[in-house]
């Protein structure tokens, strides 16, 4: 698939394959020992990606007519019934459900990517479905590093997630930034290059990624991997590659505040 929408519902079933193959072979101890996520376990972590499969193909059936709109209590109860499982029964059943969601997602029809709208409950506005396809690689991609970084410390992010997540946050995602990013961390306004991408962080009274041609007055030295592991919370000392630096007017340290995660 060439629309957007088709990328990105590819990357969700990469990043789900990806998940699958990873979570047999988890051992107990594993499944509740630390994940990336710094206040979960992997279980947690699963449970979580469980969960929100669910909730998202709720919104996507109801969005395409195929059921009624979840009710105002349907996620907490979603979450009480995830919490309430053992750790191994979440990581099969976050596989299950997540299945189930990416399948429904392959099956729209690509003649409806681009004038499918759908309805998210917190937002104003319906969403498209590359974006609606979008929010849900935002949350996995991170998510399936989080499971994957509690086996393998020098796990990184994986193509196309990264590209397209950087390509969703400069576009019609960019509203997540304002939700995750805290600019009043930074002592004053910046906007930092990524180096050898077009790509820009911009800290002013908000916060966004763009590839507008601003004048920098930082520079971040890494992969987009790593910028795009920022602004996701997961650029932490531990996990940061060698050589990443951030030069300029602010320091990484700085941008490890400004994005703290999720």
């Given amino acids: 698939m060439t629309t957007l929408a088709g990328r990105t519902i590819a990357a969700l079933r990469s990043e789900h394959d990806t998940l699958a193959s990873l979570v047999p072979a988890l051992s107990p101890e594993q499944l509740t020992g630390p994940s990336g996520a710094s206040e979960w376990t992997v279980a947690d972590v699963l449970s ?11 919104g996507l059936r109801a969005g395409l007519g195929e059921a009624q709109a979840p009710g105002p209590d349907f996620n907490q109860g979603v979450w ?16 299950e459900s997540d299945t ?24 104003p506005e319906p969403l498209s479905l590359a974006s609606f396809a979008a ?11 989080d499971v994957r970084v509690g086996v393998d410390p020098a796990a990184v992010l994986t193509e196309p997630s990264v590209s397209l997540l950087a390509e969703h946050l400069s576009g019609g995602l960019g509203f997540l930034l304002g939700f995750v990013g805290k600019p009043a961390a930074a002592r004053e306004h910046a906007v930092i290059e990524i180096s050898k991408t077009p790509y820009r962080i911009v800290l002013d009274d908000k916060v966004r990624l763009t590839t507008d041609d601003l004048p920098a007055t930082a520079s971040f030295g890494g ?40």
């Fill in 135 to 145: 929010m849900r690689l935002s949350e996995v991609a991170p998510h399936v590093w």
């Fill in 48 to 58: 979580h990606l469980g969960s929100g499969a669910e909730i998202t193909l709720a």
């Fill in 100 to 123: 189930a969601l990416v399948t429904a997602l392959e099956a729209v029809p690509e003649q409806r990517h681009d004038d499918l709208a759908l309805p998210v409950g917190f937002l």
């Fill in 80 to 95: 009480d019934r995830w919490n309430a499982l053992s750790p191994p029964n979440q990581a099969a059943g976050s596989v």
């Fill in 223 to 262: 992969p987009l991997e790593s910028a795009i592991r920022l602004l996701y919370g997961r650029l932490t000392p531990r996990h940061t590659p060698a050589g990443v630096e951030v030069t300029g007017n602010i320091t990484l340290d700085e941008l490890r505040a400004v994005f703290p995660g999720f």
